[in-house]
């Protein structure tokens, strides 16, 4: 019997080095870096640790989930969503987008592998990438692992002990699990109350948690996108006095959300969510539900007991069948990225946005700009230029000298 190989041994025959950047996520991020650069000749590796493209709308996102934007905010560069899709294209079609998309620029990413390690060598001024199977050395890394990576689950007294199911959003397909159900959704941002009203669809008696402020607003005045408006106005006019329009136009077609017990935050929904990542709800039809009092807006939970109920704030305690925790995601970057202060320790950039793309050393971040897919299309041309200028003064990516 041989003994076994050396860890450097081990590495050297798993190890590759990628003449043009690695990218880290095949989400709609790391596809529009890709196709932005593969338009300017170069290529690049994806490495993503699901089987499949975007897996954050493929498994992880609910059946009836259709965008909220209107379309044309949610395109990627370089390609359009299809003439005959609807102002608010279902998951579905902008899954069918995605895949055209990665057809359309024959981009294969590199599926199942999970990067547990990246950091930049000094001595050999590479990128070294570490995956379950293999180690990846580029001159460039693109991390796309997105703003969502994980589901955040909350730490609630007792949450453990609950006899029935508690699952997170990114796991729930639909209200037909829950028929006739009381069940507590815990959250009120936009899965929150999309959750509650796919619920009520299934005659399931759903709780929603509000331990905050809120805001909501309409998706639409006058058959015209909130978002839509905000933007435009937002070319004329200071934040806070577009805030204050749509506060006008909040309350005059959705009446006062205090009185439902979704108090709205100090800041206005513009300003909110530029200074924290708070993403305003825009509503498609949870608020009617809850004002008919099919959905049931509760106070913070305190305590979740084995007997299966939850005790509230205010003192209230009910009986539940299911949790479902609607309580957001998170980065995931600072589990695998080392030796670089480019993210906070929550793992977002520490530039603000515009400036959030470029780090030290060849490292990019795209996608984490709290701006959706907006956001992404503004982060990948920006990369993809920076890359192809210095490409272009190199000789198949190395350093001419
Ligand atoms: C329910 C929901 C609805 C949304 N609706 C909209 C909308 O209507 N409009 C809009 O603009 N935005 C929307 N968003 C925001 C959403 O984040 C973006 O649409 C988009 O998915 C972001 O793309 P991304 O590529 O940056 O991240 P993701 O789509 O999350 O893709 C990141 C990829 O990286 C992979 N990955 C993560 N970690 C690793 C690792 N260590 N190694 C290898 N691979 C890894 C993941 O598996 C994933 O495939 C929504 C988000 C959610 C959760
Ligand atoms: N149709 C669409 O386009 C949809 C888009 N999205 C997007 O996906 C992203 C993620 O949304 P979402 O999943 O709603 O996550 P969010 O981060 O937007 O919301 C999380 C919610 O959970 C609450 N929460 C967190 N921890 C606790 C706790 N311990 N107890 C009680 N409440 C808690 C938060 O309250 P607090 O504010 O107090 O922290 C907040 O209300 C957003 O950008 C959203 O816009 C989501 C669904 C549909
Ligand atoms: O739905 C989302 O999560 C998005 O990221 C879309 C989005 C980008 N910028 C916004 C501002 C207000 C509401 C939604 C979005």
Redesign the pocket.
């Known amino acids: 019997m041989g003994s076994p190989p050396r860890h450097e041994e081990e590495e050297e025959a798993n190890s590759q080095f990628v003449n043009g950047p690695v990218i880290?996520?095949?989400?709609?991020?790391?596809l529009a870096v890709a196709a932005c650069l593969l338009e300017h000749g170069v290529s690049s590796l994806i490495?993503?640790?699901?089987d499949c493209i975007?897996?954050?709308?493929q498994e992880k996102?609910y059946d009836r989930?259709k965008?909220?934007?209107p379309k044309h905010?949610?395109q990627l560069p370089l390609l359009s969503f299809p003439q005959n899709f609807p102002k608010y294209p279902t998951k579905y079609q902008f899954i069918s987008y995605m895949e055209s998309y990665a057809k359309h620029f024959s981009i294969g990413p590199k599926f199942k592998?999970?990067?547990s390690r990246a950091e930049y060598d000094f001595v050999t001024g590479l990128w070294r990438v570490q995956t379950q199977d293999s180690v990846y050395y580029s001159r460039w890394l693109v991390v796309?692992?997105?703003?969502?990576?994980e589901p955040v689950i909350p730490e609630i007294p007792g949450m453990e002990s609950f006899p029935g199911p508690v699952i997170h959003t990114s796991v729930y397909k639909s209200g037909s699990e829950f028929r006739n159900q009381r069940v507590l959704v815990v959250g009120c941002g936009n899965?929150g109350m999309e959750v509650s009203l796919d619920l009520c669809r299934y005659n399931a008696s759903p709780h929603m948690v509000v331990r905050n402020s809120v805001h909501v607003l309409p998706r639409e005045v006058f058959g015209l996108s909130t978002f839509a408006i905000a933007i435009e106005l937002l070319k004329w006019l200071p934040i806070k006095v577009v805030d204050k329009l749509l506060l006008l136009v909040a309350n005059f077609t959705l009446g006062s959300t205090e009185r439902l017990g979704l108090r709205r935050p100090k800041t206005g929904p513009i300003e909110l969510k530029n200074a924290t990542g708070k993403t305003p709800v825009l509503d498609v039809g949870a608020l009617s539900q809850i004002k008919s009092g099919r959905i049931e807006v509760m106070e913070g939970v305190r305590e979740i007991t084995r007997r299966g109920s939850a005790k509230f704030m205010d003192g209230q305690e009910k009986e539940f069948d299911s949790i479902i925790l609607a309580t957001g995601?998170k980065s995931?970057v600072p589990t695998?990225l080392k030796g670089t202060d480019f993210f906070t320790e929550v793992g977002m950039p520490k530039a603000p946005f515009p400036n959030g793309w470029k780090g030290e050393n060849g490292l990019y971040a795209?996608?984490f700009t709290r701006r959706?897919?907006?956001g992404?299309s503004s982060d990948a041309v920006n990369i993809a230029r920076d890359i192809v200028d210095q490409w272009r003064t190199t000789t198949n990516g190395w350093k001419s000298s």
């Open positions: 880290v996520g095949a989400g709609p991020s790391g490495l993503e640790r699901s975007a897996s954050l709308w996102t989930l965008l909220h934007l905010f949610c592998q999970s990067v796309a692992t997105g703003e969502n990576a899965s995601y995931n695998w795209v996608g959706g897919i907006l992404t």
